[in-house]
């Protein structure tokens, strides 16, 4: 991925019409690897797709490495339609609706809605229920939810803001698995800091994230 990486920036660097895409421009960012996952941002036009083809069929042609075409995916947004037909020319993939995920965070072109945060209350409850047959404290309960469920919201925060209803659903979910269904205490006495009463619980409010802007074309690519 390395040797990738530098092919890239050798061709961008020697061409004239590529064009980053307008989020990436700042830090010239073309491409994101992380495992065997590989995402690669340009501007949606054809002359852009092409130095990133080109990209690919040599670093295919040294290291014997090829796209897995049924696993790599080409999305699009604010581009025309001729435009993306152009570049699906260029491209041997098919093309994908946003939102797609990127280390377990779905990337989308706008504000986060309820839809695309089902899944982390989904995630949240499921690993409740699981815990839900077993032999635990009020104590084992209330580390749980300190290091392992605020941690699963943390890591959504740190990326975007969440919608209200969203953050209302998680901490009403860590309230019942706290006080496993009656609650015996006011939720708000709970979030104060232990020195004046509390358990140190720290509302999930408090974590707020950055709103991912508009993109324009972007390529997920697996190899083979």
């Not at 205490?185 to 974590?207: C, D, H, S, T």
């Amino acid at each position: 991925m390395e040797v990738l990486t530098l092919m890239l920036r050798r061709r961008v660097r020697l061409s004239e019409v590529f064009t980053f895409h307008h989020k990436c421009s700042h830090l010239n960012i073309i491409n994101l690897c992380f495992a065997d996952d590989l995402f690669l941002f340009a501007h949606g036009d054809a002359l852009s797709a092409g130095i990133i083809m080109d990209s690919l069929e040599e670093f295919k042609d040294v290291s014997g490495l090829a796209p897995s075409l049924p696993k790599s995916t080409a999305y699009f947004c604010n581009v025309l339609n001729h435009v993306k037909l152009a570049i699906l020319q260029i491209l041997p993939f098919v093309e994908g609706t946003l939102p797609v995920k990127y280390l377990g965070v779905p990337l989308v072109t706008t504000r986060l809605i309820l839809r695309d945060c089902r899944e982390l209350v989904e995630k949240l409850a499921n690993r409740i229920n699981d815990w839900r047959n077993k032999s635990l404290s009020f104590a084992g309960r209330l580390q749980l939810i300190q290091s392992v469920l605020s941690s699963m919201h943390i890591y959504w925060a740190s990326v975007f803001v969440l919608p209200a209803r969203i953050v209302a659903d998680l901490e009403q979910l860590m309230r019942g698995f706290l006080w496993k269904g009656y609650s015996k205490v006011a939720w708000e006495v709970v979030y104060l800091p232990k020195e004046e009463g509390g358990l140190g619980i720290r509302r999930l409010v408090q974590f707020d994230g950055v709103v991912v802007g508009s993109m324009d074309s972007y390529l997920q690519v697996a190899w083979t």
